[in-house]
């Protein structure tokens, strides 16, 4: 297959992949070339950073597969989980519009397949598409509601700790 034929390839499979995310889907092809064109595939395997806090924040990560978790390390190095991530999702939504440095630190748990879209590309994006920037809200509008009902005790006075052991127990069927 000649190399510009390869190319083409990649770069469609690459933009059928983000077409397929509820989040992507709809929009007009260009909208879709363009955001590919500024976007890159990453797999990365467990425990690695897709980002760190105090980074800059130059991309914006759509989880494709696989399961990551996002963290902070609080006075007296302890971390804190904010968030376990297993849904095709973007991630740190709220971190992409609140400032200009990312403020906790995102690793993988299993081996993932994400989508790094150059941030500077995606922002103007939001303010073309209408449609785009309401999911966006409705992305970030849920998310509130999840840490509102975790704040709220919705678990049934589950702690943040047990709840993690459940889903530790869960990934392993129970062994």
């Known amino acids: 297959m000649p190399l510009v034929a390869h190319f083409k390839n990649q770069a469609r499979t690459h933009r059928d992949l983000l077409a397929a995310q509820p989040l992507f889907a709809g929009l007009p092809v260009a909208c879709l070339d363009e955001l590919t064109a500024h976007s890159r595939r990453l797999r990365l395997s467990a425990h690695q950073d897709i980002f760190r806090?105090?980074?800059?924040?130059?991309?914006?990560?759509?989880?494709?597969?696989?399961?990551?978790?996002?963290?902070?390390?609080?006075?007296?190095?302890?971390?804190?989980l904010i968030e376990l991530i297993e849904l095709p999702q973007m991630i740190g939504l709220g971190e992409l519009f609140a400032g200009k440095y990312?403020?906790?630190?995102?690793?993988?748990?299993?081996?993932?397949?994400?989508?790094?879209?150059?941030?500077?590309?995606?922002?103007?994006?939001?303010?073309?598409?209408?449609?785009?920037?309401?999911?966006?809200?409705?992305?970030?509008?849920?998310?509130?509601?999840?840490i509102e009902f975790d704040v709220?005790?919705?678990?049934?006075?589950?702690?943040?700790?047990?709840?993690?052991?459940?889903?530790?127990?869960?990934?392993?069927?129970?062994?």
Do not use: M
């Open 53 to 80: 806090a105090g980074e800059p924040i130059r991309e914006a990560y759509v989880l494709l597969e696989g399961s990551a978790k996002r963290w902070i390390t609080l006075s007296g190095q302890a971390s804190k």
């Open 152 to 175: 709220t005790g919705h678990h049934a006075a589950v702690t943040g700790t047990q709840r993690v052991l459940d889903y530790l127990l869960e990934l392993t069927d129970g062994r």
């Open 102 to 146: 990312f403020s906790a630190t995102c690793t993988t748990i299993s081996a993932c397949q994400l989508v790094a879209i150059n941030w500077r590309k995606l922002r103007p994006l939001i303010r073309q598409d209408p449609d785009f920037g309401a999911r966006l809200l409705q992305a970030l509008a849920q998310r509130q509601c999840e």
